[in-house]
């Protein structure tokens, strides 16, 4: 694995604070049905994690429950260290609808996040010229949502996340949305983004490919109930996975024998079943 | 089959979609009007039946020269924008209650369902009542016919805003208010206006039905005399100046969800 820095970053306008999180014998069901079956996973600083599996495994489940969008049945959540000052917002996602308020422009949605804090509009305005010009997006400051493709919507949710100095990012499926060449554009951004300031990020996604080429290690769940089934780590350093890397590929046809079985049978299920 | 012959392809598509045209529009409102002012020049439509646009017009003519179309208006519009902006307001207000909880939502929705479909105008007698014959049972009228379409429209509209972006806002931390006053009210906001177009010829439908009854001044009050004196001229432009009332406010309307709603395409 790539070396995780120690120290924290203590300058004002460093995004991203470190911070571990840890799943402890997490089970959550709906109704009568489990989708996630005792889970235990730490997720130190710097790292990212990829989760793959079968539809309906309970990736985004997984997802919601770290961020404290929802509760989990049993099991906890813990993050370790107390959340630093100067992060706004701890635990911060990237949707894969974007979710972009269309009544505000690039900047109106960025200044969204920071509204509710006690920071001066000086100070907010610098945060959200910083936050475009790392994103590329400067240009488009003052466009609306409507006018943007897919990709450029997902780049403004990228700088509303670094906006608020997230110490985790939670990013559920952020490239599904988008066709193959801008998701490729994408990933070569977040790769950028990371290289600059490594980050920790937990990365739900259905797609081996982006999971191999920006996991420092990949929990793959079983079919419902989701269960840890393997993590598979990946030594190779984020800069050096370009297009066409044969180990890359190897990792990546393992993971889809360890998933196959369960995939076939999960697309066989019925819905609500 | 023969394979050397070469055919277009025929076209199947197109159609089904409509382009705005002014000038069919202009053309076709312009026709009838000649249609109907020649049909009573030479005796084809009976000036007993219908009076000519002209003479619709000249009454109009006589109710400025005479000052009285300034006394009606300003009587029925000082109703209906009094009744309209409480029963709107007070509308918007408790729609806004019911989408966002739930116990009122329990307790008012069957009562507002049961109460929106009976017709305002057979309670103006019990307004009267209440309020007195004079401006009160009038506006009360309006009032609450109004009030009701926009309590269902509000709530629909909170019911229909993504759930995606509260979620979003949740997500970033942010305080209930600043997620009403931010992602609910804004994205309800569509539907809102929506309904303010609804309530508001609904507002003008009561307002005439209001002033039928013991109203001196208002164009309602002025239709209602021209119809019991048979003065069929006066009745015509008397409605007329209700469309053209109709017609403002949904300009008005249009203009302000042009500036509210320019995020839209």
């Known amino acids: 694995m790539t070396g995780i820095p120690q120290s924290l970053p203590s300058s004002f306008f460093h995004f991203f604070i470190f911070m571990d999180l840890q799943l402890n014998n997490i089970t959550h069901a709906?109704?009568?049905?489990?989708?996630?079956?005792?889970?235990?996973?730490?997720?130190?600083?710097?790292?990212?994690?990829?989760?793959?599996?079968?539809?309906?495994?309970?990736?985004?489940?997984?997802?919601?429950?770290?961020?404290?969008?929802?509760?989990?049945?049993?099991?906890?959540?813990?993050?370790?260290?107390?959340?630093?000052?100067?992060?706004?917002?701890?635990?911060?996602?990237?949707?894969?609808?974007?979710?972009?308020?269309?009544?505000?422009?690039?900047?109106?949605?960025?200044s969204l996040a920071l509204e509710d804090h006690p920071i001066s509009k000086q100070e907010s305005r610098k945060i959200i010229d910083d936050v475009l010009s790392r994103t590329h997006l400067s240009d488009f400051k003052k466009a609306w949502p409507r006018q943007l493709s897919g990709g450029m919507k997902q780049r403004v949710a990228i700088a509303r996340a670094l906006a608020v100095r997230p110490a985790v990012m939670l990013m559920d499926e952020p490239l599904s949305a988008l066709d193959s060449q801008t998701r490729e554009l994408l990933m070569d951004d977040l790769i950028d983004l990371w290289m600059r300031e490594s980050?920790?990020?937990?990365?739900?996604?259905?797609?081996?490919?982006?999971?191999?080429?920006?996991?420092?290690?990949?929990?793959?769940?079983?079919?419902?109930?989701?269960?840890?089934?393997?993590?598979?780590?990946?030594?190779?350093?984020?800069?050096?996975r370009g297009a066409d890397n044969e180990e890359l590929d190897e990792v990546q046809h393992y993971l889809w024998r360890l998933m196959r079985d369960d995939a076939r049978a999960a697309d066989r299920e019925l819905l609500n079943g | 089959m023969a394979d050397n012959e070469t055919n277009p392809v025929?076209?199947?598509?197109?159609?089904?979609?409509?382009?705005?045209?002014?000038?069919?529009?202009?053309?076709?409102f312009v026709m009838?009007?000649?249609?109907?002012?020649?049909?009573?020049?030479?005796g084809f439509i009976s000036n007993l039946v219908l009076p000519a646009p002209s003479e619709a017009f000249n009454a109009f003519l006589q109710l400025i020269d005479s000052g009285m179309l300034w006394k009606h208006l300003r009587a029925s519009l000082q109703r209906l924008i009094l009744g309209?902006?409480?029963?709107?307001?007070?509308?918007?207000?408790?729609?806004?209650?019911?989408?966002?909880?739930?116990?009122?939502?329990?307790?008012?929705?069957?009562?507002?369902?049961?109460?929106?479909?009976?017709?305002?105008?057979?309670?103006?007698?019990?307004?009267?009542?209440?309020?007195?014959?004079?401006?009160?049972?009038?506006?009360?009228?309006?009032?609450?016919?109004?009030?009701?379409?926009?309590?269902?429209?509000?709530?629909?509209?909170v019911d229909n805003v993504d759930r995606s972006l509260i979620r979003m806002g949740q997500s970033f931390g942010l305080s209930r208010l600043s997620i009403v006053r931010k992602i609910i009210i804004p994205g309800a906001l569509p539907a809102i206006l929506s309904g303010f177009r609804i309530s508001a010829s609904i507002g003008i439908i009561l307002l005439v039905a209001a002033e039928m009854i013991g109203a001196e001044f208002g164009v309602g009050a002025y239709i209602l005399l021209a119809g019991s004196l048979m003065a069929t001229d006066q009745l015509i432009a008397g409605v007329s100046i209700l469309s053209l009332m109709g017609l403002s406010m949904a300009w008005v309307i249009g203009k302000v969800e042009n500036y509210f709603l320019k995020w839209r395409v």
């Open chain 2, 32 to 42: 009838l009007i000649l249609f109907w002012e020649f049909g009573s020049n030479i």
């Open chain 2, 10 to 28: 025929p076209f199947r598509g197109g159609g089904f979609s409509h382009k705005p045209s002014f000038t069919v529009w202009m053309m076709v």
């Open chain 1, 199 to 240: 980050f920790t990020a937990i990365y739900v996604t259905h797609n081996l490919q982006e999971a191999v080429r920006f996991g420092h290690r990949i929990v793959v769940l079983s079919r419902r109930p989701g269960r840890v089934r393997e993590i598979v780590k990946i030594d190779k350093p984020l800069s050096e």
């Open chain 1, 30 to 110: 709906y109704g009568d049905m489990t989708v996630l079956d005792d889970i235990d996973l730490t997720v130190s600083g710097g790292e990212i994690i990829c989760i793959v599996g079968p539809s309906g495994c309970g990736k985004s489940t997984l997802l919601r429950l770290m961020g404290g969008l929802e509760r989990p049945d049993s099991g906890e959540v813990l993050l370790l260290g107390e959340p630093p000052k100067s992060s706004l917002n701890p635990l911060t996602y990237i949707f894969q609808d974007f979710a972009l308020l269309p009544w505000r422009t690039v900047e109106g949605n960025i």
């Open chain 2, 84 to 157: 309209w902006t409480f029963g709107t307001l007070l509308g918007v207000g408790v729609g806004l209650l019911i989408g966002l909880f739930s116990n009122v939502r329990a307790g008012l929705s069957p009562l507002v369902s049961a109460i929106f479909a009976i017709p305002k105008i057979a309670l103006l007698p019990l307004f009267i009542i209440w309020f007195g014959i004079g401006e009160g049972s009038k506006v009360a009228t309006i009032l609450f016919g109004t009030f009701f379409p926009t309590v269902i429209a509000t709530y629909g509209g």
